[in-house]
Structure formats: structure tokens, C-alpha cells
């Protein structure tokens, strides 16, 4: 099945600062990539919906200016947590997918902000 | 929009014993129907999926039923092994016409094989 790798799988980081993670599609060019955050023990709640050179659409109650989404290339999304806080501890994973056709994960990155 | 509810949330089977979990969901539009298995610290993986055109697929040990009519899905693993053990979530969306359909997941159900 497509690869989907995230970069980096863990990160600590100190609450001010800003933290990018990186998600690609290795065998497959993607149209839409999503991302999505996840507490212990919950399902996953998308944050947004970005399609290669264009805008991303954040789903509501999501700050689109706390977290910044960039689908530079249709193997390439970036997601830029700014000025990074406690509470945004968490399990970040991105999907991608092509035209009418499934969506395939990453392997997640554990955010932990100190 | 589209609402999916996932049971049960916990299921302990012993290993050899079949495991279903089934899955709902309320919006008509909704055309495929995918199912992710998830283990601990890991993202979620694809094991089988169904699109609205069909009503039973099965790959191996693991089948996927589909009642467009009365709005459900389940998903069926025969012979189950310790290494079935994980979180599984269901999912619906609408794939047409060029556009990528968002996902909705349910709840997630923690299946525990024991040996």
C-alpha cells in the first residue's frame, strides 16, 4: 500500500516556541492531505484539509494562525505549531490521499510541550 | 452532516474466536467506508475498505459487510490472534466527482485477544 512518513515521530519542545512537522507521501503524489490530532484514548479529530497550492481549510474551533499548514508539493505538507503551549501537547498525524481514493496514514508525531 | 457511531467501545475475545464490530452512520451521501486498525503509539492502518457499490469484501481472516439500506458496516476478523489486538476505527465519506472526502471516524473499539 502508499507510504506516508512524518518527520519528526517525537519532539519535546519549550512552551514559547515554535515546532514544524513534516508529512510526505513516498510512492505516490498526493492531492489532499489532512491533518489530524489526537488525545489518549480518543479518536481522531481533524484540524484541516489542505490540497497542494492552495489554502488550507481548518475545520471550526481550529486556529488557523496557531497552526499553520503549508502542501508546498503533492508529496509534501508541513504543520507549524507557533508559539507552542501545554495544552497543545499531543499526537499529531497526517493523511494523504488521491482523487476518489482512500486516505493513508502516517505514523503520527507525539508533541510534549514543557 | 455526517454522524458515525462505533460498537462496542471494548471487546475481549479469546484467540481463535471471531471478533465483529459494527459501525453506523447517517448521512445517504456516503459512499465508502474504510477501516483503520491502531496500535499503541502508532498511526492508524488500513486493513480493508468497501465502497457503496458492493456489500461484503473479504481479504483473508478479515471481512467487511456493508447494509446501505439500514445505514451500517461491520467488520468481521475470523480466527483471531494475539497480534489482532489494537484499537479499530471505522470511518465514512464521500468520494465523487473529483473531491476528496473528508473522513468521519467513529469512537474507536480496543480489541483484546487473549491467548
Known amino acids: 500500500g502508499a507510504v506516508v512518513s512524518q518527520h519528526p515521530s517525537r519532539v519535546i519542545c519549550k512552551s514559547g516556541t515554535s515546532v514544524k512537522i513534516e508529512c510526505r507521501s513516498l510512492d505516490f503524489q498526493a492531492t489532499t492531505m489532512f491533518w489530524y490530532r489526537q488525545f489518549p484514548k480518543q479518536s481522531l479529530m481533524l484540524m484541516a484539509t489542505s490540497n497542494e497550492g492552495s489554502k488550507a481549510t481548518y475545520e471550526q474551533g481550529v486556529e488557523k494562525d496557531k497552526f499553520l499548514i503549508n502542501h508546498a508539493s503533492l508529496t509534501l505538507s508541513t504543520l507549524t505549531v507557533t508559539s507552542a503551549h501545554p495544552e497543545d501537547s499531543s499526537f499529531y498525524i497526517c493523511s494523504a490521499g488521491q482523487l476518489q481514493e482512500t486516505q493513508y496514514f502516517g505514523p503520527g508525531t507525539r508533541l510534549l510541550v514543557l | ?115
Open chain 2, 1 to 115: 452532516g455526517e454522524n458515525v457511531e462505533q460498537h462496542p467501545s471494548t471487546l475481549s475475545v479469546q484467540e481463535g474466536d471471531s471478533a465483529v464490530i459494527k459501525c453506523t452512520y447517517s448521512d445517504s451521501a456516503s459512499n465508502y467506508f474504510p477501516w483503520y486498525k491502531q496500535e499503541l503509539g502508532k498511526g492508524p492502518q488500513l486493513i480493508i475498505d468497501i465502497r457503496s457499490n458492493v456489500g461484503e469484501k473479504k481479504d483473508q481472516r478479515i471481512a467487511v459487510t456493508l447494509n446501505k439500506t439500514a445505514k451500517h458496516f461491520s467488520l468481521h476478523i475470523t480466527e483471531t490472534q494475539p497480534e489482532d489486538s489494537a484499537v479499530y476505527f471505522c470511518a465514512a465519506s464521500a468520494l465523487y466527482g473529483g473531491s476528496q472526502g473528508n473522513l468521519i471516524f467513529g469512537k474507536g473499539t480496543k480489541l483484546s485477544v487473549k491467548p
